[in-house]
């Protein structure tokens, strides 16, 4: 009897400190994110100044070259252009994409969308280099955020699975 309990109070214990650990991902799979995003559209700019490809086509090659959360969107907006414009196909997949993303940093990528595909090259350049300006400001305020609470939200988790485990005793 005493060796199951035990048992039960290590699960409830791994448990606590593993959920904690899950959310204290979440801080740093933003900042990791929102330096993907900004990288390709870094990309994204200079495809667009040098080569004149199409916007589904460099989207298509941006996918390719990033990892799944990013490379998502991208994929999702090249294959969306198809039936939509280029500024909805965007905002469509920035709403669908599984990121870490908060609210903010969405807004921030939608506002990209107004003149995506609509105007000329240099219009959507200005509008790329607007936007990678602020993602430079997410991503401090993100890695801020980081610090701050990617340690708290372990040990917080540790330390209810210890309590719990205390008070079970």
């Known amino acids: 009897m005493f060796i199951i309990k035990i048992i039960i109070l290590l699960i409830i214990f791994s448990t606590s400190s593993f959920i904690g650990i899950l959310i204290s991902k979440k801080y740093s799979n933003r900042v990791k994110d929102l330096k993907e995003i900004?990288?390709?559209?870094?990309?994204?700019?200079?495809?667009?100044?040098?080569?004149?490809?199409?916007?589904?086509?460099?989207?298509?090659?941006?996918?390719?070259?990033?990892?799944?959360?990013?490379?998502?969107?991208?994929?999702?907006?090249?294959?969306?252009?198809?039936?939509?414009?280029?500024?909805?196909?965007?905002?469509?997949?920035?709403?669908?994409?599984?990121?870490?993303?908060?609210?903010?940093?969405?807004?921030?990528?939608?506002?990209?969308?107004?003149?995506?595909?609509?105007?000329?090259i240099e219009g959507q350049i200005s509008e790329i280099e607007l936007t990678q300006n602020f993602l430079s400001k997410q991503i401090e305020k993100a890695e801020q955020e980081k610090l701050k609470n990617e340690k708290l939200y372990r040990t917080l988790g540790m330390t209810i699975g210890l309590a719990i485990v205390i008070l079970l005793l």
Request: proline share 2%; glycine share 4%.
């Open 38 to 120: 900004k990288a390709s559209l870094n990309v994204f700019l200079t495809k667009i100044k040098f080569t004149y490809e199409p916007i589904p086509e460099i989207f298509k090659e941006i996918a390719k070259n990033t990892t799944s959360n990013i490379s998502t969107i991208f994929e999702n907006a090249s294959s969306q252009m198809k039936e939509k414009q280029a500024g909805q196909a965007w905002i469509d997949a920035i709403e669908q994409s599984s990121t870490e993303l908060s609210k903010e940093d969405k807004n921030i990528l939608k506002g990209m969308s107004k003149l995506l595909g609509k105007t000329s």
